[in-house]
Nanobody, 115 residues
Framework: VQLVESGGGSVQAGGSLRLSCVASGDIYSSDCMGWFRQAPGKEREGVATILREIDTRYADSVKGRFTISKDNAKNTLYLQMNSLKPEDTAIYYC???????????WGPGTQVTVS
């Protein structure tokens, strides 16, 4: 599966962004998809995952602010990010795999900066 993220950018605290991740290739081998982020000087961390469009999970730090979703017709994964905080600043990556936790494909990432 090939993944390409888009939608990153710079926004003020309290603002919103929607990230997209378009998947191509053998998408049917990836039941689980997720968003991850890596801030400067920190390890990559999980943000949200979605399993077969029905099971969503979030990191505590983003619960109530971020929403993960999929549009299978468009082979696209989304991350709606509201009430953004400076600590959300990071490079955001999408990933796909089977099962959740076994991430076989990664996108190149998109930068999100909150000031």
């Amino acid at each position: 599966v090939q993944l390409v993220e888009s939608g990153g950018g710079s926004v003020q605290a309290g603002g919103s962004l929607r990230l997209s991740c378009v998947a191509s290739g053998d998408i049917y081998s990836s039941d689980c998809m997720g968003w991850f982020r890596q801030a400067p000087g920190k390890e990559r961390e999980g943000v949200a995952t979605i399993l077969r469009e029905i099971d969503t999970r979030y990191a505590d730090s983003v619960k109530g602010r971020f929403t993960i979703s999929k549009d299978n017709a468009k082979n696209t994964l989304y991350l709606q990010m509201n009430s953004l905080k400076p600590e959300d600043t990071a490079i955001y990556y999408c990933a796909a795999g089977r099962p959740c936790g076994t991430w076989s494909s990664w996108g190149p990432g998109t930068q999100v900066t909150v000031s």
